[in-house]
């Protein structure tokens, strides 16, 4: 149920599943190592001639390297990303288990599954991975770098890791440094995760009550107030319990462990507590203004887990970018849903920029 590992597969879609395997010691920004490194990822369409059409995406939180599935309407055959002209790259992140190297891996070491001997990364360390795939890949420009959420924590850092790389730079519903309303919402998921007392019994679905309550939680920050209004209203006055905001929550909770482990979601939220782009250099804004791409910041009106100024933020010290703010009735969760005024905008965006070259160009020539 956990592992979604694909070697070198050709699917019905006509998209390319694999997982690189890396024969170093990957190191960990606090020092520690991982042998064996895999990173799974799936590409769709062919790199050109000129090596000039990659869209690399990066994503959230619980996602695969699947972009085709997840992020349906903005990706796709027929979409604003589609394989006829772009090189499409999704990884899957370290510390996930849809094929990369995460806590229910079996530490070469040991040769046991590591659970809770797996090593904390950050945010850094899942852009790092990538960037080895991308080399691997022969990938050294990247024309489009886009991700939304944790996805675009690590787009960001990309960015000013290897400013040279990226052209342009899609940042959705994301920040420059987790905040402490959104480390408290996932300290708040690891308590639920920690309470469930299988978690530490390390075995594959160890933790995964608590996992659902975790996710009851995080639907919270995803949703909003007026999402639950229109979808979990009764029809009825005289209900006293049984309601469907409480199916619901239920409901979502058991999606979640169908296709997710705590061992991975308890990591991967503690690496979004680290994102800090300041970290180890002069500051937060000092490391936004070494981001050279062609930026497009876009939020999400009614986001309660990453608000609108921290996207507002991510615009005003990233020289040049431009901001766009979306309206859904879905909150944070709208970046994954909202897939037309997704296109419409950054549609507008690749065309304002196309001809900012061309303008330039003619200046130079
Ligand atoms: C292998 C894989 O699945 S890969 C990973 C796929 N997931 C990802 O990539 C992560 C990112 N995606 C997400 O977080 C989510 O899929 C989102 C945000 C895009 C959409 O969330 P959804 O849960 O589909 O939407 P929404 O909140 O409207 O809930 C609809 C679901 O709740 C169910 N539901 C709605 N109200 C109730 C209720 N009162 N009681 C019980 N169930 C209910 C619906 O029947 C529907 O069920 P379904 O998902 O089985 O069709
Ligand atoms: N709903 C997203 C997390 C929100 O960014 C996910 O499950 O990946």
Redesign the pocket.
Known sequence: MYNSKNDNVKSTSGNFASTYSYNKQFKLENGKKIRNLQVAYQTYGKLNANKDNVIWVC?????NADVFEWWEGLFGENALFNPEEHYIVCANVLGSHYGSTNPLSTNPITGLPYYLSFPQFTIRDLVSAHQLLASHLGIDYIKLLIG???GGQQAVEWSISEPNKIENLILI?TNAAHSPWGIAFNESQRLAITTDRTFYANQPNGGSKGLKTARSI?LLS?RTYSAYGSTQVESVNDKTDNFRSSSYQNYQGEKLINRFNAYSYYYLTKAMDSHNVGRNRKSIADALKLITANTLVIGIENDVLFPLSEQKYLADHILGAEFSALHSDYG??G??IETDALTNVIGNFIKESRNKKIIKLQHTA
Do not use: R
């Open positions: 994503h959230a939180l619980t996602a939304g959420s944790l519903a995080a995803y944070h969760d970046f994954l």
